[in-house]
């Protein structure tokens, strides 16, 4: 059990990256963590700019993961970091989440888990066998409006689910950016970084996690249309798929980063026997209950953060919701750790049935067939 405030430590995270400081703020925000020590970027010297930048102790800054375990180690238990926030491109998540776990410490890491299933499975063993906690952002499982989704689904408002549409769409891809230059596009297309998915892990793996968290239900069955839709890029930039759920549940999932004109728009609409209910992160507090006989309802929740800081790095097309999301992953995630529980926010078998997904989904276009998951 650990009490007082948890001493984090981070890997990835850089000068200019895009979410490793949203990991730091929100879970400060928190008021239960403080950032200590990191290992931020490959390059040592940016590494300590970054240091330097948010006034840590230099001696903390580290030019590696494995270099900052060993060095924390070292010091003593009340003093070294309590867990680590893994915000690197996907190749390092695993490498980074194995060795932190088996040296004791917890682990917060970013999606996908990693790249490809078999290191996914891999992962799973060590945080099976481990006592240390193991949580993963995927971010819109914390937002307020999702939440609100949940407990209406449960207290049975739209009676049996029968379908379930998520879309997850985005621009930013439209054009071959990778080749001028532009770092996060440079990363996520190609294979050695992002793993065998390109979209479909990007934000895929964020639309496959919401279609069976809001069903409660397993997905079976899978058919796979994996594009690239831009010429000349390594990798998948396209998806739409087909989903059978164990419980006869369908479902349609579509996903894109070179939609024209889409800065962030996830789209969810789950249909049941008494009902539907409709919310996009566009307007990502407000949910629209559909009923019998055309009457609707509207719910509303609340999802202000005080962080102006954080508000200003939010990238295009997200909103404070966004933040509040990862506020309230950390937070249950330090629940879990001061009360050794089990923290309800996404973890390892979620981070292994994304990695299934992406390559059944491949395996599925590839054959032009429906396959099982
Ligand atoms: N949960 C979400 O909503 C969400 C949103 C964005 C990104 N992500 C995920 O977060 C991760 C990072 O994405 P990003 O867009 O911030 O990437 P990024 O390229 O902006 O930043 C990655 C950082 O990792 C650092 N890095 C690279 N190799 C390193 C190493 N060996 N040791 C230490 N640091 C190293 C880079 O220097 C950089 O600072 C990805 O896995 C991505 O899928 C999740």
Redesign the pocket.
Known sequence: MTKGMLKMGM??????????DIHRLTAEATGKTKLVCG?????LH??RQKGNELGLDMNRVYA??EEMIDKELQLPEGERMDFIAI????H??VAAANLALKSGFHVMC???LSINYQEALELKKVVDQSKMKFGM???YRGYAGILKIKELIESGRIGDIRKIKVDYTQGWLTELIEDQGQ??AK?RTDPKFSGQGGTIA?IGT?AFNMAEYLAGSKVTEIAADVSILVKGRKIDDDANVLLRYENGIKGILSVGQACAGELNSFIVKIYGSKGSLHWTNGHSNIIVFKGLENSEEIYIEESVVDLHEAIKLL?DGHDES?LKGFLNLYNLFFKSIEDDTVAEIPNIKDGVRGMLFIEKAIESSNKNTFVTL
């Open positions: 890997v990835g995270g850089g000068p200019g990256s895009m979410i490793g290992a931020f970027s490959s390059d940016k590494s590696s993961v915000t690197t491109p996907n390092l998540h970013d999606k996908p952002t995927y971010t770092k996060q990363w990007d964020h990238p966004f």
